[in-house]
């Protein structure tokens, strides 16, 4: 091996493991493993041939930051998948990632270290250090990893495999919506090496570890809180909305345009009616956002003044500025006293700012001389703002041990995230320009609120950006129509777990348990196909991310719990006088085992848009605008 290049590596590695490390401030290691990783690259006479790589990975305490390093450079999409892949593994054994850092490092002879590939066995190095259990070295896998815990599809897995058989693999794993060659199976079996498909990562994780820490999925979720907290706010919102339809000078207008929004607004009371009777309450009271907007807008049509119209809007858009500012204040005080409420607190602020960016739009539309779309804007901010108050005034009040730095904290946190998300979506190259966008702007809504210090309602934009993200990002491996039941069942059994696991700690996450609803309407009540499955998919990873803030707030501030799965340290605290040499000398001893390994290895593939994706993937999708407005 070049000497100036083992000098080269160790330097590189010992800066990672001690720079980063005491950089964040003394850390305890809690585990280190590494296994093999396969990519492709091209040989000498043009064709692809499989090569393998070598990932190692170091867990410390820490503050949930993903470091990733390699020998040579690495690409953009392979650190955003590493980021993907710590989150994974700790909401697979359900332990929470802010308390640990996570640094990652490859060893290639590659020019270049790229591609997702490589995200399951990235995945599987997580795990086995969280939860104490060892990897079988015998073993390695390809597979993207999915954020509902499927194994996601990649390409060229007859060379990933044949790469494996040559470091004398005895099991490779490889997602099950792929295929082997027949030519490279014979070749495999040859060379004593099994292919094994799978779907899941815990499935994966039993082939590495021999044990399954499959959970068991409790499909009757514990709603009593939640229907009756539901209850009351469509009681609210209902006795809201029918006063503002008995407030119509007629139900009955000689302007069409007009009528047609108190027929809309009739024909959804109605329907509103059936789900409250049916129990869905949420449901029933997100359709009134809508039903009342058009009740208000049809109001104001018919009422405006014949002169001085602009003049008249604007009087309404400044009172309910004030409006705003009032229920502001009096949420701040005095409501929420423990993480399932202090949920609701936050979808209250969030309306709030929602209500605002509408009044915003109104007046813009004024000035642009459209009194219609400035009246519309107007009613909803009206409708929304008015909701933020029916979130808290169904709780007892009390008092929240959440500061306003906590608040930075973790809108900070989820805008790392969300980048993270958008990064590896984006590079996935889905051919989804409307999604990608929505997923885009929603991150761009986060950061600009982060910024005015508005850090609640930038949680929630980012929430929603994350959820466009791992939509897009599980419906990548949808490549035919047979898959799509599967892809489902794992979705929904991955937002139930989420839901249980926060029932364990005492937490109901409304809006987790809502979104799961508005799922199984929307799946039952359709013929999906891949043309709208997106839409199905982004009602399972919003109910996921919403669960996922209860959760957050339960271990930050005011439930304690402990996980079922408690992470084994490897070592000790050192002594402060030498704890800065055994950092150096640990970095050095890992830096010249890992720079002493270097392989072939070329993992981002050309054919990661595998031919195998349907056509379907490029239909326009269903418009989600009405959905929208009635959050």
């Known amino acids: 091996m070049n000497s100036k290049r083992l000098l080269v590596s160790l330097f590189i590695i010992s800066f990672l493991l001690v720079g980063a490390v005491h950089a964040q401030g003394t850390q305890e290691v809690i585990g280190s493993t590494s296994l093999y990783i396969f990519g492709v690259t091209n040989s000498s006479n043009g064709t692809l041939v499989g090569v393998p790589a070598l990932l190692n990975l170091t867990i410390t305490n820490g503050t949930g930051k993903v470091f990733l390093g390699s020998t040579p450079l690495t690409q953009i999409d392979t650190q955003a998948q590493a980021v993907l892949s710590a989150q994974l593994a700790c909401q697979l054994l359900d332990i929470n990632c802010n308390d640990y850092n996570f640094y990652y490092y490859i060893t290639s002879s590659s020019v270049e270290v790229g591609g997702p590939s490589a995200g399951s066995a990235f995945t599987m190095a997580a795990m086995s250090i969280l939860s104490g259990k060892p990897l079988n070295k015998n073993v390695a896998m390809t597979g993207t990893a999915n954020p509902d815990g499927s194994v996601g599809i990649v390409g060229d897995v007859s060379q990933k495999s044949e790469a494996a058989a040559n470091q004398h693999i005895k099991t490779f794993l490889y997602p099950s919506t792929d295929s082997i060659s027949s030519a490279a199976l014979s070749y495999d079996e040859a060379h004593g090496e099994i292919p094994v498909p799978v779907s899941s990562e815990y499935q994966a994780f039993q082939y590495f570890t021999g044990y399954n820490v499959t959970p068991t999925v409790n499909y009757s979720i514990q709603t009593s809180l939640y229907i009756a907290l539901m209850k009351q706010t469509y009681i609210q919102f209902n006795s809201y909305q029918n006063s503002l339809y008995s407030s119509l ?31 869905s309450y949420y449901v029933a009271a997100s359709s009134m956002i809508t039903s009342s ?40 005080d005095n409501y929420v006293s423990n993480s399932s409420t202090l949920i609701l607190k936050f979808i209250a602020f969030d309306r709030l700012m929602q209500a605002r960016n509408y009044l915003n739009d109104s007046i813009q539309s004024l000035s642009s001389g459209n009194l219609q779309n400035a009246i519309y804007y107007y009613s909803l901010a009206t409708v929304k703002a008015e909701t933020a108050y029916f979130w808290v005034s169904i709780l007892p009040k009390g008092s929240s041990n959440f500061s306003q730095s906590q608040y930075e904290i973790l809108s900070n946190y989820y805008l790392y995230k969300a980048s993270s998300y958008n990064d590896y979506a984006n590079l996935l190259g889905v051919d989804l320009p409307s999604e ?40 990548n491996s949808l490549i035919n129509i047979s898959v799509l039941s599967q892809i489902s069942n794992q979705s929904a059994v991955a937002t139930l777990d989420l839901i249980n696991s926060a029932e364990a700690r005492g937490v109901t996450p409304f809006l987790g348990i809502s979104y799961y609803y508005f799922g199984n309407q929307f799946y039952n009540s359709s013929n999906v196909s891949n043309s709208d499955f997106s ?36 070592s000790t605290p050192i002594a402060p006088l030498l704890e800065e040499v055994s950092f150096i000398v640990l970095g050095i001893a890992i830096g010249v085992v890992l720079a002493g390994i270097l392989f072939e290895y070329r993992l981002y593939s050309k054919n990661l848009k595998n031919n195998k994706k349907i056509s379907e993937k490029k239909a326009a999708k269903k418009k989600r605008s009405s959905k929208r407005s009635r959050r």
């Open 535 to 570: 839409e199905y998919l982004l009602f399972e990873t919003e109910a996921r991310g919403f669960t996922q803030l209860g959760i957050l707030l339960s271990n930050a501030s005011l439930i304690p719990y402990t996980p079922s799965l408690q992470p084994i340290p490897v």
């Open 436 to 475: 990608i966008s929505e997923m885009q702007s929603y991150l761009s809504s986060a950061q600009s609120r982060y910024y005015s210090g508005n850090y609640i309602s930038s949680m929630f934009a980012s929430i929603e950006s994350i959820s466009v993200a791992q939509m897009l990002i599980e419906e």
């Open 293 to 332: 907007s058009d009740i208000l807008q049809a109001k104001l049509l018919e009422t405006l003044p014949a002169s001085n119209q602009d003049s008249f809007v604007n009087n309404l858009i400044s009172q309910e500025n004030s409006t705003i500012t009032g229920i502001e204040n009096n949420i701040s």
């Open 249 to 279: 000078p007629s139900v009955s207008s000689s302007n069409s345009s007009i009528q047609l929004l108190i027929n809309e607004a009739a024909s959804d009371m109605s329907a509103q009616k059936t789900e409250a009777a049916n129990g």
